[in-house]
């Protein structure tokens, strides 16, 4: 399964961005996706996961009510619209796929893509 991200770039603090992650070697619905980030000295955290249909979605306390998750199995995509970006946003934005229905923050991803960057300037 390959995974890559598009979307990323420079905003202004308040802003809005639209990440998407498109999946290739296999069917999407086969899988839960997840967002994760990685700001500059940090370690990569978790943003928010989607289940194989949609549902089951959980977000970090940070990006709720700012960031919506969303997927089309149709076309093999997994979005993320990020909302009121703030300068702690900055960040490496990775997409992530786990065979199965469902995310559970124990078992981790296994699958990656490389990233794209979104910088959000105050």
């Known amino acids: 399964v390959q995974l890559v991200e598009s979307g990323g770039g420079l905003v202004q603090a308040g802003g809005s961005l639209r990440l998407s992650c498109a999946v290739s070697g296999g069917t999407a619905s086969n899988y839960a996706m997840g967002w994760f980030r990685q700001a500059p000295g940090k370690e990569r955290e978790f943003v928010a996961a989607i289940g194989w249909s949609g549902g089951s979605i959980s977000y970090a306390e940070p990006v709720k009510g700012r960031f919506t998750i969303s997927r089309d199995n149709a076309n093999n995509r997994v979005s993320l619209q990020m909302n009121s970006l703030k300068p702690e946003d900055t960040a490496v934005y990775y997409c992530?796929?786990?065979?199965?229905?469902?995310?559970?923050?124990?078992?981790?991803?296994?699958?990656w893509g490389k990233g794209t960057l979104v910088t959000v300037s105050s």
């Open positions: 992530a796929a786990k065979w199965g229905r469902y995310y559970y923050p124990q078992d981790g991803m296994d699958y």
